[in-house]
């Protein structure tokens, strides 16, 4: 391969480093690897009308202009997230035959194709003419088979991989010496975006039914706080047991996770559920709502599942994890990590670029 470049509408940067931090983290892999990769991205979470028009319409300008200038040079396209990312590698392959791969990660299919006629048009257009399909979860194939029309062996059920060598297991006492916990508090952590799809009402009720059992539970919660009319109702619930931090480097949320009794994940809806793999990494129960790649990823016992929007489901998985630790539970959660390395990923993903790749 010559090269290989990438489309996102999702990349970080220094003043937002968890946006879109799984693509990058992928690219430099990749590029470990000696790849040659170019990014097209939007790295601007920026939200508003105005806003999102300008830079979805300046990132497709400057990366149609790099298509024209560089196509003789580029072996194939990736794209993360079918639409609107990936018409762009549909455009290149009508101009320029050049082939493409897409990630579909779950809110492509579940938000915009579902609530809207026009964009699932598209969307199908743009994942059936592409030479190869990943998605991050098992019930995404069975959407883009079923529902957009892919042929069955073109899709590719892989993770985007977990980072061991960040997530990694931690000593609990230390983390929580670093980061300033006492050590008789049972600490239940949320990593994600504060929206309210995430769950995050739902698990402020559920802890404080669990609180009633366990005085001495905490509640952290880690992550954007980008939805200003979701975050003017959840910061009537914030106290001194109830927490929120704005997005941590990598680093520092692995630390927060190793430091926790309990990772949770309540999503109404979860394409992957990338941050419970980090989690179950670092070594910590994880109790996450039974939806999308999360029923995958935690079965077996690998983890505890609950009924999505449901408090009480989720209390008792909380209080199931507290009360009950487990050796299997521990073990069957190594063994869904071992699947879903850097390497293990990396080498797939090469495989497909190799066996689709104009070169």
Do not use: C
């Not at 026009?118 to 059936?128: F, P, S």
């Not at 390497?343 to 670029?353: D, N, P, S």
């Amino acid at each position: 391969m010559r090269k290989l470049t990438v489309f996102s509408n999702m990349y970080p940067t220094q003043k937002h480093p968890t946006f879109g931090i799984f693509v990058k983290n992928q690219v430099e892999t990749l590029r470990s690897k000696g790849l040659e990769v170019d990014v097209l991205a939007i790295d601007d979470p920026t939200k508003g009308k105005a806003a999102v028009l300008k830079k979805y319409l300046t990132w497709f300008m400057k990366a149609m202009i790099y298509i024209l200038m560089n196509n003789k040079g580029i072996s194939l396209t990736h794209s993360h997230y079918a639409f609107p990312t990936g018409l762009l590698s549909l455009i290149g392959k009508k101009l320029f035959r050049l082939p493409y791969v897409i990630t579909v990660h779950g809110g492509d299919i579940d938000k915009m194709a579902a609530g809207n006629g026009k964009i699932k048009k598209i969307t199908r257009i743009i994942l059936q003419q592409a030479d190869a399909v990943i998605v991050v979860g098992e019930r995404l194939r069975k959407d883009v088979i079923g529902n957009f029309g892919v042929q069955e062996e073109k899709v590719h059920v892989m993770s985007m991989g977990v980072n061991t060598e960040i997530f990694k297991p931690m000593a609990k006492e230390e983390a929580r010496k670093e980061l300033g916990i006492p050590s008789d508090v049972e600490l239940l952590l949320f990593v994600g975006n504060m929206i309210e799809a995430k769950g995050i009402l739902d698990l402020i009720d559920a802890y404080k039914e669990v609180q009633r059992d366990h005085p001495n539970a905490v509640l952290h919660m880690i992550g954007s706080s980008k939805d200003e009319g979701f975050m003017r109702k959840f910061e009537k619930h914030l106290s001194e047991r109830i927490h929120h931090h704005e997005p941590l480097p990598q680093k520092e949320v692995a630390k927060w996770i190793a430091a926790a009794d309990i990772f949770v994940l309540p999503s109404h809806h979860e394409g992957f559920g990338l941050v419970a793999l980090e989690a179950m990494a670092v070594g910590t129960t994880v109790v996450a709502s039974d939806v999308g790649g999360l029923s995958y990823l935690l079965d077996n016992e690998a983890g505890i599942l609950v009924e999505k929007q449901n408090p009480a489901s989720l209390a008792a998985g909380l209080k199931e994890a507290l009360e009950h630790p487990s050796e299997k539970r521990r073990m069957a959660a190594e063994e869904k990590v071992a699947d879903h390395t850097y390497e293990v990923i990396t080498e797939k993903l090469l495989a497909i670029y190799q066996a689709v790749s104009k070169d």
